[in-house]
């Protein structure tokens, strides 16, 4: 008995020190654009605020929050995903969210990844026990929206969600499980729900494009569901030159959404633009699901370029300057205007 809890143990070792590597060789060029810096500063981090006791908490996150100092009496709540590498301080200055909410009068709520719980503080987004419906991850989000609701008295029928990478791959979970809490939703650089088990399959799922389950990429969403849900207008963001998550991953996020809202995939129309283009699935007149591919990014949120702006932004590699703005395209598409 010790001896096979022995074994066990050193195979977990050694299949997280190849998640690790496997990690850090996808992001190496984006490593090495990185210059080291010293730990953040109390003033570097004041704009947001960490809120310690918000449920039960079974994913062992953070929660961190910026609360514009002008806000309408129901706000709407947008959540902020990170990416592997990245934290909610890095990614609130680089992305413009903070100005958009404060000018736009709506509260910023941000799960932050432990080191604890994924070395390279990525969302644990392909192991089932950390997106599995009222468990994990997932529920500590769940658990955080409810308590920013409470708090900020939020328009419960404003509450959107966007995420990158390992944060975009999570917006799949978390919609997935809880489609109703969502007025809209938008996957940057992520993964379908359901894509991987485990961090091998999770790697080579990301390089080569994952392979849809059995039933099709629907049926992920379909089986942690009891019936038919109303689910959100989803946008996925993928870049052309994206070498960490390979684009056939974006064509399975859109699938895996098409098929759950049983809209028909040939149904779509696609519009050239000059960033690249627009594929959208229209009902009734309405949006609801877009694909935005965009041909000079390669694995990062957009931002539009501004003059002589460099390419990628010093206070986060993963936010690259580029022809069109998730952030802002997010506000028109959400209908968050201006106080």
Partial sequence: MRFSFSRSLSKAFR?????????ETALKPALKRRKPSKSPSPRATAGLLEVIA???NPGRLLMKSFVPARLPK????VVVLHGCLQSPESLHAASGF???ARDRGFVLLYP?????NNAQTCFNWYRPSAVARDRGEVMSIRQMIEYACERHRIDVSRIFIVGLSAGGAMVSAVVANYPEIFAGAAIVAGMPFGSARDAVSALRAMKDGAAPPSGGWGRPIAQINDGPRPSPPITIWQGANDRVVNPLNARACVTQWLQAKGIGEYSGRTAEKSWGSLTSWTVAGEQKVALYFVNDLSHG???KKRGSQ????RADPYVISTGISAPAELMRLWRLARL
């Fill in 98 to 100: 903070s100005k958009l």
């Fill in 74 to 77: 129901r706000p709407a709540l």
């Fill in 301 to 303: 949120l957009p931002i």
């Fill in 310 to 313: 460099a390419p990628r932004s």
């Fill in 15 to 23: 299949t997280q020190k190849q998640m690790t590597r496997l990690v």
């Fill in 54 to 56: 918000f449920g039960s």
């Fill in 112 to 116: 932050q990844q432990r080191r604890t």
